[in-house]
């Protein structure tokens, strides 16, 4: 739980829950583990079956990592048949290798110190595994896990009860004088590996710790050892990376011998090692994991300085089963008394070595190191050390570790000093009477966060007090924590409904269970968790909002909540931090209205126009919320909100914008922050029915949010929306409360003024300046828009119009059409009411002419697809207003009006790009099958109804490509959907994206298909798509689409019933609008379209073929040579296919010619080739054309003596 020192994203819960209850029972694949370690013999060589083999053992494996335990019943059998594999002298070195592989990763699953007990570990064992050790290549990186398992299994097999020296024989009479004794051997290589670079490390200081240990090398070899180890440590450098690698083997020697070796016999050694790790200022490393290693053992050293005793004085908790909680009665032990421990003899005899401070000194520093694990050690030295002094010096180790919480120290002491606390206090070391001290230090830290630059540190401080406490819960007495169990509990609560990021909030939580579940003394505990539960924290909005209100309904935690929001988080650096604990105090308000009133609103004022802009900000927000609230609650008993507030607080709200404006703070990026808080306050003091009536302070409120509009293009990215809905939203509070008069209607000067105002500036040069006013205007309450209706709707319609001076205005025309929308809703509907003031008969064409012109908006710049935006906001505002018109006028709805609805909609639910296929589908479902009453004049209805039942509204989705194209497709039977339906799909046929081409294409082909034998069906189906070509011409968004989707009709056969009558009128018209698409065009991508859909045409007979022919001869001249290539290879495919093209004579010279012609040589020599190509296909030869440019001032024109009326291209 402390250790995580990560910030806040919010997690997806319901998929941690999952994982949790994701529980293994049993090692299920066991024989499936069998069969893949029987195989490694039959399998080791080929490559690709090792690799997948071994993949699959690991993945296996991996899964039991957090239940290694369910691997025990079955190591025996796995270990067995490894080691088989690996002691059978047959085995191929990549055999043994791979059964090592397997050894490592279930040691590294389960974990070296259980499953090394089941490695044998006879007498006769020590020299096969040393003469293999000896025969690895410490330099061989591709084989560590073979070095790595043999130093570990060396480290069991010299454990044996037996004088090593036994194992040499009779050494001294043998004449080898190159036989060197086991021990010594086995020493050797121990200190080799502890110098390499892999993991072979740190199996070697294993080996050395079990090896030195022993008696019999006790004797001989531990002071030479642990003089090479100083000497080697002493001559390296953590400044380079061999150095390092070195160190990082001595220390953890050094450190594994401190710990497995006797007191007696190390003790005389640990000055040195003290003095020498003294000498080697690794505190000024940068390698992490030396400093680890020097803490570490600088931890072990104090424990062999000091003897090892449990300290009588320490703080002994009784019993601690739950069950005493739960209310069964259990005899409780004894606790240890205090004043007894005075008197303990044994601490007066007892001397503390010299070194003792030392070391001391060295573990706090360790508790402020940067790194975690660094501190983490220290923390665990400081409580191993502290367990052994006595009470007096225990207490001077306690107040050392208090002093790491000064607001001098950095996040790293806070965090470090928590840890050690927990420590302390969970071995009982931190007696009750130091609880008055440490439980505010704990308090400060479950709420400590520090700013640094753009983000914060202390989530890691906060998720240690966590620790803190849960150790706490554990360690004490409900007795001794009794006096601060109201502190702790509202401290917890706090931290895990208001904290920022998700793990100090779980973290907060499962301490407060904890506490709940062993002290049995915190208020409503049981209660809280089963609101506030390790999940339920885990989503911020959730915690703020919702769990915060349940939690402070019981008294004893409302006003610590309240005042821990007013005081930390109002002022915090997220901005989204603050927003949510305005919120959580407008809900909490009716919990402590009078509380709220005459502390809180006082207390925030001044700090409205304070000099910290964070405090500014949220202070302003609380006072809207609050107020808000409080006007609320007045209201339910029929009271004003005066009842609550003073005079004086009411002035202090009126006055804010006032101070606000004086000190200048709406300027700069300040003002980014000002205004939309100041927009808010504006909304909840008008909503709150403040009495400002006849104030001047409206005029001001008036003139912010005048120039909260003017000035959006002002602004940051970030904050053109938020103040823009703020001030929306603040109008719309503002008029509707200050604007009317007593009978209902408008003040006619204010309403003309702002009208006026707000209509002329929707023809502002600046974009984000018409979006405000537009949306303004669409803020509008009814009774403002009486008589103004025509002029609103003209200035919206004329900003959501496209013209060439402001095409690039796409914002701007979508905030027209939501304000169109929201206009509408506002002015309501009667059918004979006058135009100027409702909507009706008169203005209806107007307001769906303009809906409509909007979905057809298809801008492109520099961002993109602009248009997307115009036309979501557009079919947006359809439903809406086609919704309000059904249930309130449906007659108004004409059948043209629904005709072009529909066709729109299903032109959109027919393209290519997703979210918005998605959102028109969900438009066109919703307006189909809506019922109440049903939307009139809808063309083929029924056979709507059939290829969409209402099921679809819920289950199909638009998103995916697979599914909105089979179901858009069957529209094209319909012939008043035919056109829309089908321009959709060229785009999307046509497109970029692999999955819509691929299922748009599929879809539109199987309807093909039905329809490929219907002569008449087929017609019509040809001539709506020459209608949209004709449409569309050199309107490059659907013509290079189109001429896509042409060629694959073309390949696919689609009108092979037309290629049997000569000069089809389709062929013929296809022709003609694929010349003048490409004329003068220099678009790579369309011309090379017209070449497929040309070599297409060949198909049809008559006269058409031979002009077909000509126009890809010209092309084979064409001043692009890609385009030539292009042609010249898709012309020689084109006449393979179709045989009765060109005479059967010629056709070996003409492919000869297209396949080693060079056509991207110079342009004289390829035409030489064209005109070969002309003679032999019978097609007339083109003729350059031949300019002469005149002298300007006698006004000649150019002159062609031959010059092409009809066909395209220039070559």
Request: glycine share 4%.
């Amino acid at each position: 739980m402390a250790l995580n020192e990560m910030e806040d994203n919010e997690p997806d819960t319901d998929a941690e829950a999952q994982s949790c209850v994701n529980v293994l029972e049993s090692f299920t694949e066991s024989q499936e583990v069998r069969g893949l370690i029987c195989s490694l013999c039959d399998i080791h060589g080929d490559l690709t079956a090792k690799e997948m083999a071994t993949e699959k053992f690991f993945v296996i494996m991996d899964k039991y990592q957090e239940q290694p335990h369910l691997l025990d019943p079955h190591l025996e059998w796995m270990l067995s048949l490894l080691l088989e594999i690996i002691q059978d002298e047959k085995s191929s070195p990549s055999l043994i290798h791979l059964g090592f592989k397997f050894l490592y990763r279930i040691s590294k699953v389960r974990g070296p110190k259980y499953f090394l007990r089941l490695f044998p570990h006879e007498v006769t064992d020590v020299q096969p595994v040393l003469d293999m050790l000896s025969l690895q290549d410490p330099k061989d990186h591709e084989t560590w896990e073979i070095r790595y398992m043999l130093l570990l299994w060396l480290s069991t097999t010299c454990l044996i009860p037996f004088d090593l020296a036994r194992l040499d024989g009779n050494l001294a009479s043998t004449d080898c004088p190159t036989k060197v004794p086991i021990m010594d051997r086995i020493l050797s290589l121990a200190k080799c590996y502890l110098t390499v670079s892999d993991k072979a490390r740190d199996a070697a200081a294993v080996l050395v710790s079990k090896l030195v240990i022993r008696p019999d090398v006790k004797q001989k070899r531990l002071a030479d050892f642990l003089d090479w180890n100083l000497s080697t440590f002493a001559q390296s450098s953590y400044q380079i990376m061999e150095g390092t690698i070195v160190m990082d083997g001595m220390l953890q020697s050094l450190a594994q011998l401190f710990k497995h070796g006797k007191r007696d016999d190390m003790l005389p050694y640990a000055p040195t090692v003290l003095k020498c790790l003294d000498n080697s200022n690794l505190s000024d490393s940068n390698q992490t994991i030396l400093r680890k290693l020097g803490v570490k053992l600088v931890q072990r050293l104090g424990l062999t300085f000091l003897k090892p005793k449990i300290a009588k004085w320490r703080y002994q908790r009784g019993n601690r089963s739950l069950a005493a909680n739960l209310g069964k009665p259990i005899p409780v032990q004894p606790i240890a008394d205090e004043s007894k421990a005075d008197l303990d003899p044994d601490d007066e005899d007892y001397d503390i070595p010299e070194e003792i401070e030392n070391i001391i000194e060295q573990l706090l520093v360790g508790l402020k190191d940067k790194d975690t694990i660094v501190r983490w050690s220290a923390a665990k030295g400081i409580g191993r050390v502290t367990s052994r002094l006595p009470k007096e010096l225990a207490d001077e180790v306690v107040g050392s570790v208090l002093e790491c919480f000064s607001f001098q120290e950095t996040d790293n002491a806070w965090h470090g000093g928590c840890l050690a606390l927990a420590e302390l206090g969970r071995r009982g070391l931190l007696l009750p009477s130091r609880l008055p001290d440490v439980v505010p230090v704990i308090l400060k830290a479950l709420i400590y966060d520090e700013k640094r630059g753009a983000c914060s540190v202390g989530s890691n401080v906060r998720d240690a007090a966590c620790y803190v406490c849960w150790a706490f819960a554990r360690a004490y007495e409900p007795s001794a924590l009794k006096p601060f169990v109201n502190q702790i509990s509202s401290a917890l609560l706090i931290a895990a409904v208001f904290d920022r990021s998700v793990n100090c909030r779980r973290a907060a939580s499962a301490a407060f269970q904890e506490n709940v579940g062993r002290q049995g003394t915190f208020p409503h505990g049981i209660d809280i968790l089963t609101t506030a539960d390790y999940f339920a924290v885990g989503i911020r909005t959730n915690c703020f909002l919702t769990i915060s209100v349940y939690v402070a309904s019981f008294a004893e935690y409302t006003k610590p909540m309240i005042d821990h929001l007013v005081d930390k988080k109002i002022n915090h650096w997220d901005g989204a931090i603050r927003e949510l604990a305005t919120k959580s105090l407008h809900n909490l308000t009716p919990l402590a209205p009078e509380y709220m009133a005459h502390t809180v609103i006082p207390k925030l004022l001044p700090l409205t126009v304070g000099m910290d802009l964070h405090t500014r900000h949220g202070s302003i927000l609380a006072c809207a919320e609050i107020t808000h609230a409080l006007y609320r609650l007045a209201a339910a008993q029929d009271r004003s909100v005066g009842t609550y507030l003073s005079d004086e607080a009411l002035e202090g709200l009126r006055n804010i914008h006032y101070k606000l404006a004086e000190r200048q703070l709406y300027r700069g990026l300040g003002g980014e922050l000002m205004k939309p808080a100041v927009c808010l306050l504006i909304e909840k003091l008008s909503l709150s029915r403040i009495p400002f009536k006849e104030d001047d302070i409206i005029r001001e409120w008036q003139k912010l949010i005048d120039d909260s509009f003017k000035n959006l293009h002002l602004c940051s990215s970030a904050a053109k929306p938020k103040i823009k809905d703020a001030a929306v939203s603040a109008l719309a509070a503002l008029c509707d409360e200050f604007y009317k008069r007593e009978d209902g209607t408008a003040i006619v000067e204010v309403q003309e003024d702002l009208v006026r105002r707000y209509v002329s500036e929707l023809e502002n040069l600046e974009e984000m300046t018409r979006c405000g006013y537009a949306l303004g205007l669409g803020a509008l309450p009814h009774f403002m828009l009486h008589g103004r209706l025509v002029q609103v709707l003209e200035g919206l319609r004329k900003a959501a119009s496209i013209s060439a001076k402001d095409a690039r205005f796409a914002e701007a025309r979508r905030d027209a059409l939501i304000a169109i929308a929201r206009v509408c809703e506002s002015a309501g509907v009667s059918p004979e009411g006058p135009a100027d003031s409702v909507v009706c008969a008169g203005n209806v064409p107007l307001i769906y002419g303009t809906l409509l012109e909007g979905v057809r908006d298809y801008t492109v710049d520099s961002r993109g697809d602009v248009g997307a935006w115009v036309r979501q906001a557009a079919l947006t505002s359809l439903m809406k207003v086609t919704l309000l018109l059904v249930q309130s006028c449906p007659e108004l709805i004409t059948p043209d009006i629904s005709s072009q609805m529909f066709c729109c909609l299903a032109q959109q639910s027919a393209e290519k790009i997703d979210c918005f296929r998605a959102h028109a589908g969900h438009v066109f479902l919703t307006l189909l099958h809506f019922e109440r009453p049903a939307v009139p004049h809808i063309p083929y209805r029924e056979e709507l109804l059939k290829i969409f039942p209402s099921t679809d509204i819920e289950t199909l989705n638009w998103n995916a490509p697979s599914q909105a194209f089979p179901r858009i497709t069957q529209l094209l039977s319909l012939p008043t959907y035919q056109y829309p339906t089908l321009l959709g799909l060229t785009v999307s046929v046509g497109g970029l994206t692999e999955s819509t081409v691929r299922h748009s294409g599929q879809s539109l082909f199987s309807y093909l298909e039905t329809i490929k034998q219907d002569r008449r069906a087929l017609s019509e189906f040809s001539s709506t798509l020459l209608r949209i070509f004709r449409d569309h011409q050199r309107n490059d968004r659907v013509s290079i689409p189109l001429l896509k989707m042409l060629d694959q009709m073309l390949a696919n056969g689609c009108f092979e019933v037309f290629t049997a009558e000569d000069n089809h009128s389709f062929s013929v018209d296809l022709l003609g609008l694929c010349k003048e698409e490409i004329k003068k065009s220099k678009d790579i991508q369309k011309l090379r379209s017209s070449i497929f859909v040309f070599c297409g045409l060949v198909q049809f007979q008559g006269d058409v073929r031979k002009k077909v022919l000509f126009q890809l001869l010209l092309l084979l001249c064409h001043p692009f040579p890609v385009i030539r290539t292009t042609t010249a290879s898709q012309l020689y495919e084109t006449l393979l296919m179709y045989d009765d093209v060109i005479d059967p004579g010629v056709i070996e010279e003409v492919m000869m010619i297209l396949s080693d012609t060079n056509w991207e040589a110079e342009l004289p020599e390829v035409r030489e080739q064209r005109n070969q190509l002309c003679e032999l296909l019978g097609v007339q030869k083109p003729v350059l054309v031949t300019q002469v440019r005149a002298n300007r001032s006698s006004r000649e024109t150019f002159a062609s003596t031959v010059h092409w009326r009809r066909h395209v291209g220039q070559p």
